[in-house]
């Protein structure tokens, strides 16, 4: 039992060794972006390995960071056009002047994203008036509005005002997704089409990757997004190895593929 036991760690050793030497990208029609944490945000080489090895194709950049953040993703081989901007409503409130520039700064992404509005406590009408100044200076709809909601009733009061819409939810983990995965159906028959954004945790989701993945394919959707962002001390990033699990179900369920050199 004892050189059983010595044969499986080292089948694990190398197995691990040669997955952590692959390399991932997107299925042609698949979105695969990342909310990462700051510690890959602020550097230009860790951005590019997150997407000429992980395979990421999209990037979404928390509201914060602006000018001294914006030179990494600059630099980096992400393009505006695959860069993703959340919106934190309160900004627009207390540092306007601030809130503006910060958007210019980075320039013309792919979309702007609204994060849980309605479960924040923020006001509908002002965030509805927001939408509507984004209209008014151009920025939408050559960008795109995204929201995201804990829940499905909020987040049908803006189904009308934005191109997707995604459950930030995670399960039990416990229950091994199966929850999350309920929520998903409970959401899509509710808000149709524009349900079309779905959301992997790599600290809530890591033990049941390949059971979301089979979901999403069953379902039918296409853009699948990885949030990394906690927790964000420097110290307790998400292991390395929790990404390339997430991408190795993406390739399982026919999301992403190996990238031939």
């Not at 050793?13 to 990208?25: A, C, D, L, M, R």
């Not at 979404?60 to 980096?76: E, F, Q, R, T």
């Not at 995670?170 to 199966?178: A, E, F, Q």
């Not at 110290?235 to 399982?252: G, N, S």
Request: charged share 25%; with cysteine; hydrophobic share 40%.
């Amino acid at each position: 039992m004892k050189f059983l036991h010595i044969v499986f760690w080292i089948i694990v050793f190398f197995t691990n060794i040669f997955s952590q030497n692959k390399k991932y990208e997107p299925v042609d029609g698949k979105i695969i972006g990342i909310w990462p944490h700051e510690n890959r945000l602020r550097s230009t080489q860790k951005l590019n390995q997150l997407k000429n090895e992980f395979g990421f194709n999209y990037l979404l950049v928390a509201a914060p960071y602006g000018d001294a953040w914006y030179d990494s993703i600059k630099n980096s081989d992400y393009t505006l056009d695959h860069i993703v901007k959340q919106i934190y409503y309160p900004d627009y409130l207390d540092r306007e002047k601030w809130f503006w520039e910060n958007i210019y700064s980075l320039g013309n992404v792919y979309a702007y994203y609204f994060d849980e509005p309605l479960s924040r406590k923020f006001s509908f009408a002002g965030v509805t008036k927001l939408i509507s100044i984004f209209a008014d200076k151009g920025l939408y709809p050559k960008s795109k509005i995204y929201l995201g909601e804990i829940n499905e009733y909020r987040a049908k009061r803006f189904e009308r005002l934005v191109d997707k819409i995604s459950y930030t939810g995670y399960g039990s983990k416990d229950k091994n997704g199966l929850d999350q995965i309920q929520s998903w159906k409970e959401w899509k028959n509710l808000l149709g089409e524009r349900f079309s954004m779905l959301w992997i945790a790599a600290h809530e989701d890591s033990n049941h990757f390949r059971i979301l993945f089979k979901a999403a394919k069953e379902l039918g959707y296409n853009s699948i997004w990885f949030y990394q962002y906690e927790p964000l001390e420097a110290d307790k990033e998400i292991p390395e190895k929790v990404i390339y699990d997430f991408c190795e179900a993406a390739v399982e369920f026919g999301f992403m593929k190996y990238k031939k050199e």
